[in-house]
């Protein structure tokens, strides 16, 4: 489906209404589907950025996973989709670029966020020494505690774990 046929709010996320109590619970996880376009980084940082808000998560560290959703996703359209501007779109079949996020708290108190990026492009092994461009694993990895990507004729998986983030004030 073409990006600004895409539902703009995020899956999985409880929006109050008009009227309705603060502090309606937040979901503990977001899960959403984008074509492979080139506004599909955009979208996920919005969605990606609202839910975090929502999390209370703090602000430089929602900003680096923004930041790392937006190079993975930008990869999967790129790389998996041979997705380019200005470039004739190829014929995709019915491939998306699919992002799963999960809060968790550890025992301590302190919260993570498991994300996983998922796409059903051609797998590219990723370029080493690139002098312009092929930074996006790098500031990925730069954002996270743990990461791995996988990849094979099925597409590629990418899976990161932040550092942990205290609970948000007033959390029990």
Known sequence: ???????????????????????TPVAESLHFELAPEMVAPSIARDRFDRWLRDLRWPGAQRED???????????????????????????????????????FAEANGTRRIALTVRDHGRWREPVAGARFRGH?????????DEFSIDGDESGTTLRLTTRGAPAPPGAT
Do not use: F, K
């Not at 489906?1 to 502090?23: K, T, Y």
């Not at 190079?71 to 790129?78: G, H, I, L, P, R």
């Open 1 to 23: 489906m073409p990006p600004s046929e895409q539902d703009e709010r995020p899956g999985d996320i409880p929006r109050p209404l008009p009227g309705e109590a603060a502090g």
């Open 65 to 103: 996973l923004v930041l790392a959703l937006s190079e993975a996703v930008s990869n999967s359209v790129e790389h998996g989709y041979r997705i380019h501007a200005g470039a004739p779109r190829p014929d995709l079949g019915r491939g998306t670029v699919e992002v799963l996020a999960r809060v």
């Open 136 to 144: 996006g694993l790098s500031i990925i990895r730069a954002c996270a």
